[in-house]
Nanobody, 122 residues
Framework: VQLQAFGGGLVQAGGSLRLSCVAS????????MGWFRQAPGKEREFVAL????????YYADSVKGRFTISRDNAKNTVYLQMNSLKPEDTAVYYC????????????????WGQGTKVTVSS
């Protein structure tokens, strides 16, 4: 599966952004999906995961209550709605996929898209 993420940009603290990630192929619903991020000088970390059906989600504590992951299997797309953004959310955000044959909270993820940069100004 090939993944392409977009929707990043510059936003003020307290603002919102929605990231999208479009997957190629006809088997999107065979994959769990996730969003990860990497801030300058830091390791990549997971942000949010969603299982193949969209029925289960899992969030990092740092974004819980502010970010929402969702998916539309008919459009081969996974979304990350980011609200109440903070300067510490500044990072390159990546979408990733994992075959649904294993539990979705299971690292590492197997397929990665290019990142989209999010900058939150204070």
């Amino acid at each position: 599966v090939q993944l392409q993420a977009f929707g990043g940009g510059l936003v003020q603290a307290g603002g919102s952004l929605r990231l999208s990630c479009v997957a190629s192929g006809r088997t999107f619903s065979s994959y769990h999906m996730g969003w990860f991020r990497q801030a300058p000088g830091k390791e990549r970390e997971f942000v949010a995961l969603i299982n193949w059906s969209g029925g289960s989600t899992y969030y990092a504590d740092s974004v819980k209550g502010r970010f929402t992951i969702s998916r539309d299997n008919a459009k081969n797309t996974v979304y990350l709605q980011m609200n109440s953004l903070k300067p510490e959310d500044t990072a390159v955000y990546y979408c990733a996929a994992k075959r649904s044959s294993v539990y979705y909270i299971n690292f590492p993820y197997d397929y990665w898209g290019q990142g989209t940069k999010v900058t939150v100004s204070s």
